[in-house]
């Protein structure tokens, strides 16, 4: 697929699905999931689901407005190539890239080059997230994230994050990677329940009320979905 401009709109709508063990092969496109109005949740610019399937995207713009939504989501074994691509999120607890699969599962695998990623929503928003059993890879590229916490500085908050990994086999490996978190609370990079995070290289910088640049601990002992 080259040259296309696609949006979609509503609840779950995908630019891209990619499933069932299918190949994608996607340069110079356009991709836009909006709510055009209405409150959709979870649509977003790419999904690429289950053992076998295969996403390489080069060279396009994603742009994800709806709350709970993401740029390019890869879970249950699937594999995403992305590069010299940006990738822009807007909407609440919205997630550039996002990457997991459960345990049961083969393992969940991004590798994202020369990628330029923005989110602007509040609450658990984050630039590059690996969420168990799951290996996420950048090498250079930028990340700004821009939202608020929600309910911030009570044990409720909601924090806004560059890259996040969480829950036992989630690894993310960052070299090169500009990171910036602008916004009342949130931080630059999150290791948390088990996930593991590498940094090369890497200049991170944090501007506003309470914001961390690098954070590690454990929030809920034990393995989690």
């Known amino acids: 697929v080259s040259d296309a401009s696609v949006t979609v709109t509503g ?3 995908e630019g891209i699905n990619v499933v069932g063990g299918g190949v994608v092969v996607a340069d110079r496109n356009t991709i836009f999931a909006t709510s055009n109005g209405v409150a ?3 649509n977003g610019g790419a999904l690429v689901s289950g053992a076998g399937s295969m996403l390489t995207l080069t060279n396009s713009t994603i742009r994800a407005t709806s709350h709970v939504g993401h740029g390019i989501a890869t879970d249950g074994g699937a594999h995403t190539i992305v590069s010299d691509t940006s990738v822009t999120t807007e909407g609440l607890n919205s997630v550039a890239l996002a990457t997991g699969a459960l345990p049961t599962l083969p393992t969940s695998v991004l590798d994202a080059t ?6 602007t929503g509040n609450g658990r928003s984050y630039g ?3 969420g168990g059993n799951s290996v996420v890879t950048l090498t250079g590229g930028s990340i700004v994230t821009e939202g608020t916490a929600t309910d911030p500085f009570t044990a409720n908050a909601r924090r806004p994050e ?3 990994v969480f829950n036992p086999g989630a690894v993310l490996d960052a070299t090169g990677t500009s990171i910036t978190r602008s916004g009342v609370e949130g931080f ?8 593991s995070i590498t ?3 890497n200049a991170i910088t944090t501007n506003g009320l309470a914001a961390i640049g690098l954070y590690a601990g454990i929030d809920v ?3 989690q979905a």
């Not at 020369?114 to 989110?119: F, P």
């Not at 630059?188 to 996930?195: E, K, M, P, T």
């Open 40 to 42: 959709s949740i979870d």
């Open 11 to 13: 609840d779950r709508a």
């Open 221 to 223: 002992p034990g393995a």
């Open 188 to 195: 630059g990079a999150v290791a948390d329940d088990g996930g």
């Open 128 to 130: 590059a997230s690996s």
């Open 199 to 201: 940094l090369s290289g």
């Open 162 to 164: 560059g890259v996040a």
């Open 114 to 119: 020369n990628v330029t990623i923005r989110t």
